[in-house]
């Protein structure tokens, strides 16, 4: 399929989706629409594949989002089409798999953690710095209180620490850990079990995983979204932080 900023493909059993926007794989509203369309035309009215792997080309997994594109009106809209990936990711019916070689922050961060399994390479990097900017990651909100621990979740979403991919894996965010240049085999290996599969088995095994009693996270990045618009992505600070960001200089914080 003719991507710019990523590639998409379907073979032997496993769909591969490759961030292709290096060094860093920084999510625009035109790489993310390249997403959405992916799931929507190329997965989706697919039945020949047993696993999604979502890797990347450049020396990050992915360092987030567009932090320019996060001002004002256009903000907004990138948090609709941002929060569209999560979605379709929530209905994938099969298992997603993360290939993750250098940093994942932020957004990226954010993609890895809506994966089932993790495969991270030994120097691997893990963070949600938001709260440095002056604003949260929603999507981190209400995933990290599913998969972590209460005080792990509060500790990266108040810190807006990096973790490497040990703590990582104690965390609970990362799956498994190999040495660099080992991360793309070891997803290899990973899928090969899932394929010998049955297709059905797979898909009915993690609905019947996520359909537990009250766990829609539909439902719940709506509440925490609207939180995040309504009170804190117009508020002064949060412009500030992200200005800051763009300007590289001290924070100079209104603390209202």
């Not at 399929?1 to 290096?22: H, K, N, W």
């Not at 996060?70 to 019916?93: A, Q």
């Not at 991360?183 to 996520?210: G, H, I, M, N, P």
Request: aromatic fraction near 8%.
């Amino acid at each position: 399929m003719g991507y710019e900023s990523i590639d998409f493909g379907i073979a032997g059993g496993v769909a591969t989706l490759t961030l292709r926007r290096p060094p860093l794989n920084v999510f625009n509203i035109a790489m993310m629409g390249e997403i959405t369309d992916a799931f929507s035309n190329g997965l989706a009215p697919r039945n020949d594949w047993k696993a999604l792997v979502i890797r990347a080309e450049g020396k990050a997994f992915s360092a987030g989002v567009d932090v320019g594109e996060h001002l004002g009106d256009t903000g907004r809209r990138m948090i609709d089409v941002f929060h569209r990936i999560f979605r379709m990711l929530n209905d994938v019916p099969l298992p997603i798999v993360a290939a993750v070689e250098g940093a994942a922050l932020g957004g990226g961060c954010e993609l890895v953690s809506m994966c089932d399994f993790v495969v991270a390479s030994r120097t691997a990097t893990f963070g949600q710095p938001e709260i440095k900017l002056g604003v949260f990651p929603p999507v981190a909100a209400v995933v990290f209180r599913r998969k972590l621990a209460a005080n792990d979740a509060l500790d990266l979403l108040l810190t807006g620490r990096t973790v490497d991919a040990v703590e990582a894996q104690r965390m609970g965010i990362v799956t498994r850990i190999v040495e660099p240049g080992k991360v793309d085999a070891e997803c290899a290996t990973l899928c090969a079990e899932f394929c010998k599969l049955s297709r059905a088995a797979l898909r009915a095994t993690k609905q019947a995983y996520r359909s537990r009693e009250g766990d829609d996270f539909g439902f719940d990045l709506r509440a925490v979204e609207k939180r995040y618009l309504r009170h804190l992505f117009s508020s002064p600070d949060a412009e500030e932080g992200l200005k800051i960001f763009l300007e590289k200089r001290p924070p100079r914080w209104r603390d209202e």
